[in-house]
């Protein structure tokens, strides 16, 4: 078991956890899920009051879901490159880290 102390850490509000079921690691490389997050993250307003609600959270993750699905296409469902997308149950969580800067 690996213990990762948070509050040794200052993380920001971009700094997150990726937890995911094999439907997603399956088909997509951590390098992957890491850009399209940062992507997704980079492409909200960061002076959005909204910003840092869970929902921002919830969206990012159900884009990894979709990503890791694919489109249906005439010989099944796909992702970039024309490779297969994921036939596996998907789920994702996506917990930022930066609540773990400070002890209660």
Not at 4 to 18: K, N, R
Not at 42 to 56: G, I, K, V, W
Request: charged share 20%; with cysteine.
């Amino acid at each position: 078991v690996k213990v990762y102390p948070l509050t040794l850490y200052d993380h920001g509000a971009d700094d997150v956890l990726v937890l995911g079921t094999d439907g997603l690691w399956d088909v997509l490389s951590n390098q992957e899920v890491a850009e399209a997050v940062t992507g997704f993250l980079a492409n909200c307003d960061p002076d959005d009051q909204h910003r840092h609600a869970s929902s921002l959270y919830t969206m990012a993750a159900q884009d990894l879901v979709m990503r890791a699905r694919g489109t249906l296409k005439d010989r099944g469902w796909r992702i970039s490159n024309d490779r297969l997308g994921s036939g596996d149950d998907i789920s994702v969580y996506i917990i930022p880290l930066m609540y773990g800067n400070t002890q209660t």
